[in-house]
């Protein structure tokens, strides 16, 4: 059974903090590159960051030099540390497995006031 769980996620001011957790089931953990995804209201949802298995990373543009994904491969979790934040990083953050499956967890609300 596939599992994700993303906690970690709150109000924050601009220029602010958080970590964000994602405790995934080890059937899609353990060989899988994982990823952090967002959807801000009235948009699509986006990727952010991919972690691969062997711990290779890759951030699009609009996060790169703030946020720092990670994972625990003992814990089956992942991990996205983000530093000054904006308020266009507003959004519901999810994780999942890259490409993603078609199967979401009920994903973590960050809000970032101005």
């Known amino acids: 059974q596939v599992q994700l769980v993303e906690s970690g996620g709150g109000l924050v001011q601009a220029g602010g903090s958080l970590r964000l957790s994602c405790a995934a089931s080890?059937?899609?953990?353990?060989?899988?590159?994982m990823a952090w995804y967002r959807q801000a209201p009235g948009k699509e949802r986006e990727l952010v960051a991919i972690?691969?298995?062997?711990?290779?990373?890759m951030y699009v543009h609009a996060v790169k030099g703030r946020f720092t994904i990670s994972r625990d491969n003992a814990k089956n979790t992942v991990y996205l540390q983000m530093n000054s934040l904006k308020p266009e990083d507003t959004a519901v953050y999810y994780c999942?497995?890259?490409?993603?499956?078609?199967?979401w967890g009920q994903g973590t609300q960050v809000t970032v006031s101005s």
């Open positions: 999942n497995v890259w490409p993603a499956l078609d199967y």
């Open positions: 080890g059937s899609i953990f353990n060989s899988n590159a």
């Open positions: 972690i691969t298995s062997a711990g290779s990373t």
